[in-house]
């Protein structure tokens, strides 16, 4: 388990977001958070070194999932930060969307299946 | 036909006048045949009285001879007195032949003269016979003597002077018979000829007449029977030539002129079934359009193409119902079509006339255009337009708009041409309406879809972290860490899944509402309750939570008012608000408000935050709506629908005032008890 892995949580409800931050803090990872896309650009310019992964929900407000995925393509350093979608949304295939997310994480999260995901990094 | 059919000339006053001059031919014929056989029967009479004369003279020269003989007895002695009887007697007889010869000698003159001078000498020797007898009745013994010889001499002489006078008047009559015959053979046989030549000619003019008139029977027969076998056939094309100008030519003018109705017919008949056809076309067309674009575009189409439309618009009535918002537009000159998009429904114009009455409009031509409307007749000369007509889209029996249709040329609108375009309409607003229907049921299955969307997405979020924290604890359970965690965080966990339970059990209770409402089940539990006491109350409860906005409340309230209400149900419509402005303006402080309007208790829920546009005020209300595009806000949008319908309910009303950038007021208004009253 490395404790140098960052992650950044981009989820609206907050309660969501909360119980990821803790619950990924408690198992070693560094967390950021944001509550839509637009903040997370803020935030991912003001960080001094790009997080490991990003954990994306789609529906949000200001700046979705999607828009925020076509901006962070624009950056070439953010654009290889590997990407996981929280969706709620059981239609959701990432393959007819050709924005080449690392995996779907289908809620409600399987604490097991984001372990492994978080993990595997 | 339009022009009439002059007779120059008459068949039957030519028949007519053959007719009278073959009777001319034939009086004449007649009456020169009768003359002539008159003059030939008179020669064969006078012919033969002269045969009879001859006779008769001849007679009388025989009984002259025969009483010479007699006489002759008196000089050879013998009875006197038997002479005598036998002279009167024959004497007697050649008078009367004489006489009669005489009237038949009336056309003889000279034998007539002769004849009478032989009578004449008869008498002259009868008068001497008589003298010898009257001397022999005296004296009968100077019979045979020579005195009476010599009387007898000179009697002798009287009766050869009447048998040569007769025998003259024979010769004469001879020769006025020969003559006769020879007249009645030479000089009236050339009439005959003549007549018979006559005949001929006439007999042969009536024979090429009668010919020539057959001839022209047969022919004028024959074209209107080619004429006729052609119509039988169906070419009603066909048009038998007019040979004359006469009762045939007549005849197949008035059979052209039938064909010709009857053409008319078949064509107006064609034209009819045409158009049932176009109209059969058109229903079909209209039945695969779903949406009123293509409803209008069928119309259209068919319009320009059939009724020979220059220019055409459609619109229909907007929701003020004040003004026409034009749906489409064709063939107007472009100024007309950028500045009549959206036209107020006061104005006089066709279009709005058809609206306003639900009865059609013609304006058949300029001047009809320009009494009917003088002020847009303008714009309409412009475009080129003459004639105008306007039929409403009568949908339920309530206009909903109109489509007018504009020609280049005056029109006048015939009662087919009427009927064709107001049915075409009619089926128009038929399509438009189903298409509205159909739009109205998509849009409603869009909204529904939309919903189980939102639905499926506000049931999962909470579910995430409830079953993060629960599987997260089961996890240190099963690594035996559960001890270790600090109570707190432990704490924290069960903590945020009773939320995520609770706020599950609200969205359930929300859906489960809304399920009650469409199904008509909303009871009410009515309980009188002080109004003031049940807003303190909730307001007392929600501090925490309103806290964790950052919003602060401000209550006043007159504590006088109680209310037969569900208690329930109007806790759950104030807490909506409440929540509501503290969701949709975190930060800034809700102004909450109850006053006495008359019967009426006025709830108002006032926040500061940016406000609600004109049009979000309207769908608010609905089902499945909330205020879109707001940042942060998520929710099933199902409060404010089921706070309306629960106010209803108690015959109470709900609504909202709000100026964008400055707040929103939701105004709840419901029933007070009597006993407040």
């Known amino acids: 388990m490395s404790s140098s892995k960052s992650v950044l949580i981009i989820e609206d409800d907050q309660s969501i977001r909360e119980t990821l931050v803790t619950i990924l803090e408690s198992e070693g990872f560094h967390t950021q958070a944001a509550s839509n896309g637009r903040e997370a650009l803020k935030l991912l310019n003001k960080l001094p070194s790009p997080p490991h992964l990003i954990l994306l929900d789609i529906m949000m407000p200001v700046m979705n999932g999607y828009e925020f995925r076509e901006e962070q393509l624009q950056h070439k350093v953010i654009a290889q930060i590997p990407t996981i979608v929280l969706s709620a949304d059981r239609s959701f295939h990432q393959q007819n969307l050709n924005l080449g997310f690392k995996q779907v994480l289908k809620k409600p999260i399987d604490l097991e299946e984001l372990l492994s995901v978080v993990n595997s990094i | ?677």
């Open chain 2, 1 to 677: 036909m339009a022009e009439p059919f002059e007779l120059t000339s008459s068949f039957t006053k030519r028949l007519r006048h053959i007719l009278i001059i073959i009777a001319g031919f034939f009086v004449i014929g007649v009456v020169s045949s009768y003359y002539s056989s008159l003059g030939f029967l008179n020669g064969l009479q006078q012919i033969s009285s002269a045969n009879r004369i001859l006779n008769l003279s001849t007679l009388a020269l025989e009984s002259l001879d025969s009483t010479d003989q007699t006489l002759d007895k008196l000089l050879t002695g013998g009875n006197f007195k038997n002479v005598q009887f036998y002279f009167h007697q024959s004497a007697k007889i050649t008078e009367q032949q004489l006489q009669d010869a005489i009237i038949l000698a009336e056309n003889f003159p000279e034998a007539r003269k002769q004849l009478v001078q032989a009578t004449e000498a008869l008498h002259e020797y009868t008068f001497s016979i008589e003298k010898i007898f009257q001397t022999l009745a005296i004296r009968p013994e100077k019979i045979a003597t020579e005195e009476i010889k010599s009387d007898l001499l000179v009697a002798h002489e009287f009766s050869a002077d009447a048998r040569e006078t007769l025998r003259m008047s024979q010769i004469t009559l001879k020769e006025n018979s020969d003559q006769l015959f020879s007249s009645i053979y030479e000089g009236r046989f050339y009439p005959l000829i003549v007549a018979s030549i006559l005949s001929i000619f006439f007999f042969s003019f009536v024979i090429i007449v009668g010919f020539s008139i057959a001839r022209r029977l047969s022919h004028a027969l024959q074209n209107l029977g080619d004429a006729t076998s052609a119509v039988g056939q169906g070419n009603l094309d066909f048009e038998a030539p007019i040979l004359e100008h006469d009762e045939f030519g007549k005849l197949t003018f008035e059979f052209n002129g039938m064909v010709n109705s009857l053409k008319e017919k078949q064509q107006s008949l064609n034209l009819a079934m045409d158009r049932v056809l176009r109209l059969q076309h058109i229903t079909s067309s209209f039945s695969e359009a779903l949406v009123p674009d293509q409803v209008f575009e069928v119309i259209f189409q068919e319009a320009f193409e059939t009724l020979g439309v220059n220019s055409g618009a459609v619109g229909l009535v907007d929701e003020t119902g004040e003004y026409v918002e034009l749906q489409r537009i064709q063939g107007y000159t472009e100024a007309y079509e950028e500045t009549w998009k959206r036209f107020s429904l006061s104005l006089r114009a066709p279009m709005n006339e058809a609206i306003v009455t639900g009865k059609p409009v013609f304006l058949r031509n300029n001047e009809e255009t320009k009494n009917f409307c003088p002020k847009v007749f303008e714009v309409l000369i412009k475009s080129g337009i003459q004639s105008t007509c306007a039929i409403p889209l009568l949908v339920e029996g309530k206009a909903v708009g109109s489509i007018a249709f504009s020609f280049s040329s005056p029109k006048e609108f015939a009662r087919e041409e009427r009927d064709f375009v107001i049915t075409m309409v009619n089926q128009c607003s038929q399509a438009l309406h189903r298409a509205q229907l159909y739009e109205a049921a998509r849009d409603a299955i869009k909204v529904r879809d939309e919903f189980l969307s939102i639905a499926s997405h506000e049931l999962r979020t909470p579910l995430t972290p409830l079953k993060l924290q629960l599987q997260n604890l089961s996890r240190q359970v099963r690594k035996g860490n559960l001890s270790a965690m600090p109570t707190e965080q432990i704490m924290k966990a069960v903590e945020s899944s009773d939320r995520q339970v609770n706020r599950l059990t609200s969205l359930i209770d929300d859906l489960l509402d809304v399920s009650r409402i469409s199904a008509g089940k909303l009871t009410l539990n009515r309980e009188s309750f002080n109004l003031a006491e049940m807003i303190e109350e909730i307001v007392g409860h929600y501090t925490h939570q309103l806290k964790e906005n950052n919003s602060k409340v401000k209550v006043d309230v007159d504590s006088s008012l109680v209310g037969h209400l569900d208690k329930v149900r109007i806790e759950q419509v104030f807490i909506n608000l409440l929540t509501n402005a503290a969701k949709y303006a975190p930060g800034k402080t809700i102004h909450v408000s109850l006053t006495r309007a008359g019967k009426f208790a006025s709830l108002t829920v006032r926040d500061e935050g940016q406000g609600i546009s004109s049009e979000n005020q309207k769908r608010i209300f609905e089902r499945f709506e909330r205020v879109k595009d707001r940042d942060n806000v998520g929710g099933l949008g199902l409060g404010l629908y089921i706070s309306r319908q629960i106010v209803e309910a108690h015959e109470g009303f709900i609504r909202v005032e709000s100026t964008p950038g400055k707040g929103a007021a939701f105004i709840v208004e419901l029933p007070l008890n009597e006993a407040n009253l």
